[in-house]
């Protein structure tokens, strides 16, 4: 899965990560594979997934771990004291995890292991800004639709809601396509009716809903950040289904696509 980000259908001239390389960014990419998110699964065998109570842990530890590993790295070789974290879909909602929970600050020596799931209110010292593209900011109206995080998402929004750490200096930017609008009356394997399936897991509503074809717009805009809508923008690189065809369409990454949301890490 890092591969969508640093070559993309085996071509890295085309990655998101060279376009912001290109425009003089030093990029680090967490390493992840799409097996890597069977690990999500361990929630499974907890009661708070099934009653829709899980924090991030256990099933989404091993993520933002990798997340601390990647920016101590990025850090240690560039000398800088803070970095920028660039989450695209559900590594945005997890990216705002990583900058409240505690145990991804450093902690002194010794200190006990019972903060795992914890919440901060202070941010993570390393984090300068939080740019989200197509991120489901938002869990489901309860009554709607079950949070398929098992909670995580929903404690996430509740614990840190909106740009939460803006006071303390932490710039958030939200990055929203509007691309497909959904339609119930559509066949499933048109994007329009795709997009209503989708939309209506993210956030209850996919009839007549607006988005990049899996999130809708409103769910990607979060509260307090600064927001960035991009029309005829979608989702992802790949073709909807498919995780190796070209979908021939811009997403957030496409070089014609960047600089529309680039500015803001330059001001």
């Known amino acids: 899965m890092s591969e969508d ?42 009661r708070a997934f099934w009653g829709t109570r899980c924090t991030t842990s256990p099933g989404y530890s091993w993520y933002l771990e990798r997340v601390k590993a990647v920016v101590d790295r990025a850090r240690l070789e560039t000398g800088s004291e803070q970095v920028d974290l660039l ?58 639709v079950k949070d398929m995080t098992g909670g995580a998402l929903t404690w996430v929004n509740s614990t840190w809601p909106g740009a939460y750490f803006a006071g303390q200096g932490v710039q958030y930017v939200s990055v929203a396509g509007r691309a497909v609008r959904g339609d119930q009356d559509a066949d499933r394997k048109t994007l329009s009716g795709y997009a209503c399936g989708s939309y209506q897991q993210v956030c209850g509503q996919g009839h007549e809903t607006l988005g990049d074809a899996v999130v ?50 330059v001001k």
């Open 5 to 46: 980000y640093t070559a993309p259908f085996g071509d890295p001239e085309a990655s998101i990560a060279s376009a912001l390389q290109r425009r003089g960014f030093c990029v680090y990419v967490l390493p992840c594979t799409r097996t890597d998110w069977f690990k999500v699964g361990r929630a499974l065998f907890t």
């Open 87 to 144: 989450g695209h879909s559900a590594g945005g909602w997890l990216a705002r995890a990583f900058l409240g929970q505690a145990e991804y600050k450093d902690q002194p020596l010794g200190a006990s292991a019972d903060t795992l799931g914890s919440a901060d209110n202070e941010p993570h010292p390393a984090v300068r800004t939080l740019v989200t593209l197509g991120t489901p900011h938002t869990p489901p109206p309860a009554d709607k």
């Open 216 to 265: 809708p717009l409103g769910s990607a805009l979060l509260e307090g950040s600064d927001h960035v809508v991009l029309d005829g923008v979608f989702h992802s690189m790949s073709r909807v289904r498919t995780f190796n065809e070209p979908a021939a369409v811009p997403w957030y990454g496409s070089e014609q696509v960047l600089d529309a949301w680039l500015h803001h890490l």
